[in-house]
């Protein structure tokens, strides 16, 4: 089953706005990762959090991590046109680091000039 | 340069062909992936490769074979194509499996006719 569910699954504002997806997940994980898609390319990595971890920024990005809620939050601040993109979250959860990311369906955000 | 790069973009084909779809990075990563990515945008892993070692081999259909003939290429052959196949297939990689982050590919959009 899947293990990562986005919230929203679409979100539009306006360009300067912050922007707010969140990510829900089901069992224990070793880290959790925010992916950017624009359309008709590849993933493109963002954020990296370990589970020991509650919060890390890059640039106007915050990801925020609460295991005991067992969800993440990706904060986009001051957005820009060029941040339309499908943002995805991703979880780790094996033992024996197998490489197996479980994938959300994304949120698709619209930054509108 | 880019760093993980498939061939091809695009392919279009048959039912009951058969296909392949290359995978090459230069970033010496030891473990490569394959995910496809149906028309909801869900991505599913399907194989991954540590250092030429098949690790992850996730329930799919025997009518596709990946191969890495060295750590740099992780090659996907696909047998007897059916409708169903029809996807967006990434390759991706990483230094350290799931515990670091993954490099995609622009991936091959499969449609099947």
């Known amino acids: 089953s899947q293990q990562g569910e986005e919230d929203p699954q679409a979100l539009s504002i306006q360009e300067g706005e912050n922007a707010t997806m969140n990510c829900s997940y089901k069992?224990?994980?070793?880290?959790l990762q925010w992916y950017r898609q624009n359309s008709g390319r590849g993933l493109v990595h963002l954020i990296l959090i370990r589970s020991n971890e509650r919060e890390k920024h890059s640039g106007r990005l915050r990801v925020t991590l609460d295991t005991s809620k067992k969800s993440s939050s990706l904060l986009i601040t001051a957005s820009r046109a060029a941040d339309t993109a499908s943002y995805f979250c991703?979880?780790?959860?094996?033992?024996?680091?197998?490489?197996?990311?479980?994938f959300g369906q994304g949120t698709t955000l619209q930054v509108k000039p | 340069d880019t760093a993980v790069s498939q061939t091809p973009k695009y392919l279009v084909t048959q039912m009951g062909n058969d296909k392949s779809i290359k995978c090459e990075q230069n970033?010496?990563?030891?473990?490569m992936y394959w995910y496809k990515q149906d028309s909801k945008k869900f991505l599913k892993i399907m194989f991954s490769?540590?250092?030429?070692?098949?690790?992850i081999n996730e329930t799919v259909p025997n009518r596709f074979s990946p191969k890495s003939p060295d750590k740099a290429h992780l090659n996907l052959h696909i047998n007897s194509l059916e409708l169903g196949d029809s996807a967006v297939y990434f390759c991706?990689?990483?230094?350290?499996?799931?515990?670091?982050?993954?490099?995609f590919g622009n991936g091959t959009r499969l449609t099947v006719t």
């Open positions: 991706a990689s990483s230094q350290d499996g799931s515990w670091s982050p993954l490099h």
């Open positions: 970033l010496g990563h030891d473990t």
């Open positions: 490769y540590n250092n030429k070692e098949l690790i």
């Open positions: 991703a979880t780790d959860r094996s033992s024996s680091n197998t490489g197996k990311l479980i």
């Open positions: 069992t224990s994980i070793n880290n």
